[in-house]
């Protein structure tokens, strides 16, 4: 198969530069000014739309196996490649968890029937994703997991946590840690400020989340073991990330769009503007947004978490946690950081794009000849409501919601195969 884009403007990096892009079978060919269209299969005028390496996202959930009624491996991957993502990876909140190899081979075998795009599963840290208790045998899940992560569940003792540091540093794997002190909690379900008081809300204490970042980047100091960070939502977790890299810990951490474009004087009493963590503070949001700027915050992934609509209709206090992203991610960022100014645009493609690539060792950073064809085409005029019954994704519950934004994928190719077009 021999596809060829003309007249795009090519991402390099720091910049963009228009060229054709000449796709043969499942790598780049050539890159130039003018590449003849004799003997491509397929040729698509890009017109000044922005060609960019596939987006990566690095936090979502595909609930499958086990929990397909939400969302499936082929649903989801769907909603992403439409999204211009040609990898994602999948957290463990999974039935059969996967704690072994022969549970991780459950999902791997869905995965090689039904995805459109590649997809990458964490593995957990603990044997039945608890939190605690016994540790799973990394070196049998080494050659299978992207890494280790018990999302959904804070690692909950310190020695557990040191000890799978330990292993996952001599396999030279990456720990993703969801970062919660179960005894902080007490029973809240929205951030503990303003709107919870004034409603009558529980509400959930920063330090859940940061007590524990403290303490594992001590850990990830002491052990040399590669630590992210899942969905950041604090200004505290910021300044302890900041800190820790300063001091030349081997940390790095996500964060999400709603967290960067939300914050909890947005909240309504409605289940699509509940997720753990929940929505912060405007001080929190202005925290992670100057450790975007700054690089503190490496990476942005949308922890999509698609649940029923019966599930998301129990207002803030009875509804699940979670909300859909990927189909949404980047044009809400896009609007709202690269349009105002805050950031531009190559750093937001950086985020998205390049960075997750680098630090999962994934490949494909660069658009150049001889690379892995793992591309999306971008149409940043495209102005767009947001409207979730057109989602292709299963889950439809979004804070965004109704909201106009600009930028939408146009095509996508993964390793030389068109998933997904709309030109």
């Given amino acids: ?19 054709d892009v000449l796709i043969k079978d499942t790598k780049i060919d050539a890159i130039g000014t003018s590449i003849s269209q004799d003997g491509a299969d397929s040729v698509f005028f890009a017109d000044g739309r922005y060609l960019i390496p596939g987006f990566v996202d690095v936090h ?85 997991a992207v890494g280790f992560s018990d999302d959904g569940c804070g690692v909950q003792r310190g020695e557990d946590m040191e000890r799978a540091m330990r292993e996952c540093a001599r396999l030279g794997k990456i720990i993703s840690a969801h970062c919660e002190v179960n005894e902080l909690l007490r029973g809240g379900y929205i951030h503990d400020g303003e709107y919870a008081r004034l409603h009558g809300h529980n509400g959930i204490c920063s330090e859940s989340e940061w007590a524990q970042i403290e303490r594992d980047c001590f850990l990830a100091e002491k052990t040399g073991c590669r630590y992210h960070v899942c969905h950041i939502s604090t200004k505290e977790s910021v300044e302890i990330i900041r800190q820790a890299k300063k001091r030349g810990v081997k940390v790095t951490c996500e964060t999400a769009p709603h967290y960067l474009t939300l914050c909890d004087e947005d909240l309504q009493e409605d289940g699509r503007f509940k997720m753990n963590p929940p929505l912060r503070s405007r001080e929190d949001r202005q925290a992670l947004l100057e450790g975007v700027l700054d690089g503190t915050v490496d990476v942005i992934a949308t922890d999509h ?29 896009y609007t709202k950081l690269v349009k105002t100014g805050i950031i531009s645009r190559e750093k937001l493609i950086y985020m998205m794009s390049v960075k997750p690539r680098e630090l999962f060792a994934l490949g494909g950073e660069k658009i150049k000849v001889g690379e892995k064809a793992d591309l999306a085409l971008l149409d940043l005029d495209k102005k767009w409501i947001v409207n979730p019954e057109e989602f292709i994704s299963m889950g439809k519950s979004t804070p965004f919601e109704g909201w106009e934004v600009y930028g939408k994928n146009k095509l996508t190719i993964c390793e030389g195969v068109i998933v997904y077009e709309a030109l």
């Fill in 1 to 19: 198969m021999t596809i060829l884009i003309k007249n795009a403007l090519v991402y390099s990096g720091d910049s963009f530069q228009q060229n």
């Fill in 305 to 333: 978490a698609p649940h029923s609509a019966e599930e998301k209709a129990r207002g803030l206090k009875g509804s699940a946690m979670g909300i859909v992203g990927l189909e949404t991610a980047f044009p809400v960022l």
């Fill in 60 to 144: 979502v959930h595909l609930r499958e196996p086990g929990f397909s009624y939400k969302e499936t491996i082929k649903t989801g991957t769907m909603a992403a490649a439409s999204a211009g993502y040609t990898a994602v990876c999948p957290m463990p909140n999974l039935n059969p968890a996967p704690d072994c190899a022969e549970n991780m081979q459950v999902q791997l075998d869905i995965i090689e029937k039904d995805a459109v795009i590649k997809v990458y599963p964490f593995a957990t840290i603990t044997k039945g994703r608890t939190g605690g208790g016994e540790l799973v045998d990394f070196e049998s899940l080494k050659g299978m």
